[in-house]
């Protein structure tokens, strides 16, 4: 489970995030939601462990581990996935070559063996198989050329592959039509565990009738100010959020 | 204070108790004595047992090297170097040879460890006797190797199946004794004694090195090797290649250095000379290991090196491939001269700078024939406080009508203390001829690192994939076999170049 207490942060000396209490059980997917610019992807950053992103005070710990004394990689190998809001590109890095190397790093980080080229290929050509992928995106390089879709559906496929026990997706959904949104939602749905959380960032309702969230947060202004079941994703898509603020 | 000047109180403290004086004793010799002079060129050519016109060539050679001066063009900086301070024959006594891998300096084979040189194979390289006897095979494409050891070629295998073809692959010592008619003809005819210092100072006092003839319509049926290794303390390292493919003939080689650390400059000249034939081709890799020095610049090769091709043959091709990820100090601009009508001449090159290495490097581009065509992909990554140059020169005389270059220079910077430059020189005397340069300059971004790094990678893991994709270009141009080293070389190369 994901614990948050009390979680500061700064960006170039900007206080960002200004005390964020949050728990994410494990088996549990949770929502969070919040206009632009409020901490979002901030947050993410900082649990994934981003230089840059300060952290100022409070804890954040997953399965009782702290992750904020971790190095990036090292939270990764712990179990922490990050589905970024903007996928980066590695020109002349084979996606496969890329995946293999991730994969094998986090096997390496949790003890297990390594795959060889022939057990990833058919590893990696079940998981396209699932989110109805062409088996050209292992060929080309990272991210390189991929439309907005593919890029997103390729950090799909990052964690469908690497198995995390935290996933976070930072607006998956955005820029997806709706084939490849449920899609997308198929694959997290597809990862739900007893030992498995997710914390899905959005602006939109619509992912959320995909993939149910046992509860939804809204973040304003670096803080949790509301918290509720999936009603509370449908009744801002109808007022937004300024009757939440104004409720707060 | 002179570079070499340093350690050779301790060389000497070392060689005295074996060395004995004057020229009279050659037998016994490991060294011809320090300092460079007439009498040097005769020692070698005698040692060698070379015939009268090759010594006389060497002379003349010296005689031009003596009126000219040290190239000071290349954006290198180096103290001036004592070239009466070095010794310039070492021939390693057998008995001086460790016996095992156990008597091998540690760290050496820590490094072939690292990029997944076989036992076997590390033996060889680390002048193991006995190592090279048999070659090694296990299932894979077999790569004939000759390995040259300071001066002196220790180890060529595949000989016998090579004859099969009439493919002639051996020291050029023993060429000049066997083939003396073919070394004759082409010896210095495409990078002449005189064309610049060290061209001069090789043609004098070049030890060993590789000679290969591949006959009329054959090709090579396996890559030919050639492993360069400087054993000895302040000795320079002056081999001298000569390859020629006859009409139709294809062949491909390889050349790997590597050297011991030491902290001393030890200098590197030598020479490659290759000639293609009508129809012929050749590539030529090279993964260029040297010991770059330590993190604070001390000790590491001066690679001053000439390498030329001439495509004589109509439709002939030259290519060659380079990945230069070690010596202190690079030097070497891999040329073709396109002289056959429609031949065709590549340089696909990955050059990285380090903490203080130096690197002046690229190709030359000389069209002659009618509609020949070049291609020049240049990777140059700078890292710590390493400075890299390209430098290369695309000459359109006026009888290349139709001819065409394509040219693409990309620098990539890790960290701000290092620096990347591009110095293109076109000369075009034909109207028709098509020049074209690209060039472009980028860095590692944070965001690349920190995605690596969140899928699990650690940063210098993250680093060696990055760099690595930007070189793919020139990496799919290597053997396969060799492709895998140097992308594990790279990787090596830049460690401790982040973070
Ligand atoms: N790298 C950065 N440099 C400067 N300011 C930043 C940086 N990242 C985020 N911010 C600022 O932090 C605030 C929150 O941004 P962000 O976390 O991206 O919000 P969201 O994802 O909810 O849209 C914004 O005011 C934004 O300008
Ligand atoms: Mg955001």
Redo the contacts with the bound molecule.
Sequence with gaps: MLRIEGLTAE??G?P?LKGIDLEVPAGEVHAIM??????????S?VLAGRE??EVTGGSATLNGVDLLGMEPEERAAAGVFLAF?YPVELPGVGNANFLRTALNAIRRGKGESELDAMQFLKLARARLKELQMSEDMLKRGVNVGFSGGEKKRNEVLQMALLRPSLAIL??TDSGLDIDALKIVADGVNALRAPDFSALV?THYQRLLDYIVPDKVHV?MQ?RIVQTGGPELAKQLEASGYASVQAAA | MPAVAETLDTVQSVTEGTYKWGFETEIEMDFAPKGLNEDTVRFISAEKKEPEWLLEWRLKAFATWQKMQEPRWPAVKYPPIDYQDAYYYAAPKKKDGPKSLDEVDPELLKTYAKLGIPLKEQAILAGVEGAGDSPSEGGRMPIAVDAVFDSVSVATSYKERLAKDGIIFCAISEAVQEHPELVKQYLGTVVPPGDNFYAALNSAVFTDGSFVYIPKGVRCPMELSTYFRINAKSTGQFERTLIIADEGAIVSYLEGCTAPMRDENQLHAAVVELVALDDAQIKYSTVQNWYPGDAEGRGGIYNFVTKRAQCRGKRSKVSWTQVETGSAITWKYPSCVLLGDDSVGEFYSVAITNNHQQADTGTKMIHVGKRTTSTIVSKGISAGKGQNTYRGLVRVAPTASGARNFTQCDSLLIGDQCGAHTVPYIENRNMSAKVEHEATTSRIAEDQLFYCRQRGLSEEDAVGLIVNGFCREVLKELPMEFAVEAQKLLQISLEGSVG
């Design positions: 960006v170039e900007k960002i919040g206009p632009n610019g409020s901490g979002k992807s901030t947050l950053y840059g992103y809001q930072d607006e960032i973040l670096g």
